[in-house]
């Protein structure tokens, strides 16, 4: 895999050794306006980004990037991003590992439908302060997590929803990290935790590792509308301003 990042053409999916999720959200129809190529990026861990790498991220323009990682996460795998000139902000949405954020559920099943749940339900105020970070930045921004698909996808979702993209388009850019990740990545992930022995009982390791349903997302959007309002209301609800949401349409839509 090579670091050549075309800056002269809008990509989606962008190449980027040591990464295998990384992409573009731009060029999403938000009524009769789009998001911006080159203003928000989504993605894995960073942790194995080479020189070539950070040169091509730099030529990005990019000034900050929301790190949604727990310490334990960063500490093994800490962002190799040193001399790229952006700001770095840690705001990881767990409180706790992933594996025991559901486990003090009794019978609660373990499988990444629970696990959205809980996370919206449970940890609104640090979903929104990522896009309210987004919303803040006035450079290109990246969010990532591990995988790039459950907290990152949270968050991008909530952010493209709250801008006016249609569900049709949420749901597909979810849907994306598992092609994304398919092959070495999953399989390494996935016999990474087999191996392990304290995993809570339920726990769906193909589910929680690699997976990323449209019909799961498609449910999350529909919950968010039925219980909160919608994308926009959940935001206000956990801290977002109107100004900031604003701030957040003006930044990101063409």
């Not at 731009?26 to 989504?42: E, K, N, Q």
């Not at 929301?66 to 952006?86: F, I, K, Q, S």
């Not at 990246?142 to 949270?154: E, P, Q, S």
Request: proline fraction near 4%; hydrophobic fraction near 40%; charge should be negative.
């Amino acid at each position: 895999m090579t670091s050549t990042l075309p800056p002269a053409s809008a990509t989606r999916r962008l190449p980027l050794a040591g990464t295998y999720n990384l992409r573009d959200v731009g060029g999403y129809a938000a009524g009769d306006r789009t998001t911006r190529w080159g203003r928000l990026f989504r993605s894995d861990a960073l942790h194995a980004v080479d020189q070539p790498g950070r040169d091509a991220l730099a030529e990005l323009g990019l000034g900050l990037v929301v790190d949604l990682r727990e310490d334990d996460e960063r500490t093994t795998a800490p962002n190799a991003l040193t001399g790229l000139g952006h700001r770095e902000v840690q705001n990881p949405v767990y409180d706790g590992p992933v594996e025991y954020t559901i486990s003090g559920r009794p019978g609660a099943a373990f499988d990444l439908a629970s696990l959205y749940r809980n996370m919206i339900a449970d940890n609104g105020e640090t979903l929104t302060g990522a896009v309210r970070l987004i919303a803040a930045a006035d450079t290109p921004a990246l969010v990532h997590c591990t995988a790039g698909k459950d907290r990152t996808g949270l968050v991008v979702a909530l952010t493209l929803s709250a801008v006016g993209v249609g569900a049709r388009d949420v749901v597909a850019d979810y849907a994306l990290s598992e092609t994304m990740l398919h092959g070495e990545w999953a399989e390494a992930m996935v016999a990474s935790f087999r191996a392990r022995v304290d995993l809570p009982d339920g726990f769906d390791i193909e589910g929680i590792v690699s997976a990323s349903p449209a019909e799961l997302m498609r449910t999350v959007l529909a919950d968010l509308d039925a219980e909160h309002g919608g994308a926009a209301n959940y935001l206000r609800g956990h801290g977002m301003s109107d100004a900031e949401l604003t701030t957040l349409r003006t930044s990101l839509l063409s």
